[in-house]
């Protein structure tokens, strides 16, 4: 599957945006997905991940109740809906997809992604 990130922007603290992770290929339904981000000088982290269903999410602590994830297995789209953005995340995001059995685990780790997006900026000012 290849994927291919869109929707980063400047944007003030407090304000809100949405990425946008467009994926071609077959079996998009069997693949786990999840976005990534890393800021300059830092390691690329978790941000959130969804099942091959849709049925469960995951978020990392730092964005839990500020961002959504969410898919359209039918569009192939996967979508990341931040709100109430804040100066500490402004990064390049990155949108992974992981091909998985359906009762295994949704992954959260980079390391279990093995298909990646070209990575789409946010910039959240103060």
């Known amino acids: 599957v290849q994927l291919q990130a869109s929707g980063g922007g400047l944007v003030q603290a407090g304000g809100s945006l949405t990425l946008s992770c467009a994926a071609s290929?077959?079996?998009?339904?069997?693949?786990?997905l999840g976005w990534f981000r890393q800021a300059s000088g830092k390691e690329r982290e978790f941000v959130a991940a969804?099942?091959?269903?849709?049925?469960?999410?995951f978020y990392a602590d730092s964005v839990k109740g500020r961002f959504s994830i969410s898919r359209d297995n039918a569009k192939k789209m996967v979508y990341l809906q931040m709100t109430n953005l804040k100066p500490e995340d402004t990064a390049v995001y990155y949108c992974?997809?992981?091909?998985?059995?359906?009762?295994?685990?949704?992954?959260?780790?980079?390391?279990?992604?093995?298909?990646w997006g070209q990575g789409t900026q946010v910039t959240v000012s103060s």
């Open positions: 992974a997809a992981d091909h998985v059995i359906l009762s295994a685990p949704t992954p959260t780790s980079p390391t279990h992604y093995d298909h």
């Open positions: 290929g077959s079996s998009f339904g069997r693949y786990a």
């Open positions: 969804i099942s091959r269903t849709g049925s469960t999410t």
